[in-house]
């Protein structure tokens, strides 16, 4: 089976990975990255579309999944507490129109914070606040 690589035919064999992709015989792999490149802008761009009844219907389900892990914490770890935590939160600050979400676990060099958020609350507390985002941890 042979793969083109922007136009020059590179022979490779089937993986499981060329099938699971979705690599074609006499597929560009520059063109296939660049339809995934496609796909993933428009589904950001959607994501930014969303109201808040959707992501109060995702808090919802966050918090309900949170409930079940807290109710027998043995047959759960802290790390699925915490992600179905960080899940209710992120859903949660997606329905305020003020506060837009720029990051999920945003890596520093020495931390990882779960959300940074892009303050644009106008409340005299938030003003007083004179920072343009707020780190969630």
């Not at 490149?37 to 959707?54: P, R």
């Not at 945003?106 to 920072?131: C, F, V």
Request: net charge neutral; glycine share 6%.
């Amino acid at each position: 089976m042979e793969f083109t690589n922007s136009g020059c035919k590179l022979p490779l064999k089937p993986t499981r990975l060329s099938k699971r992709i979705g690599l074609k015989q006499g597929t560009s792999v520059a063109d296939y990255a660049r339809n995934l490149g496609v796909l993933f802008g428009v589904l950001a761009d959607f994501e930014t579309h969303l109201g808040a009844e959707y992501w109060y219907g995702q808090a919802s389900s966050a918090l309900n999944q949170l409930e079940i892990l807290n109710t027998n914490r043995k047959s759960s770890t802290t790390k699925e507490r915490g992600d179905a935590l960080e899940r209710l939160v992120d859903a949660l600050m997606r329905t305020e129109t003020e506060i837009a979400v720029v990051e999920k676990n945003y890596r520093t060099e020495e931390k990882e914070i779960d959300l940074l958020l892009r303050n644009n609350l106008g409340a005299p507390y938030w003003l007083s606040q004179r920072s343009p985002y707020i780190f969630v941890e």
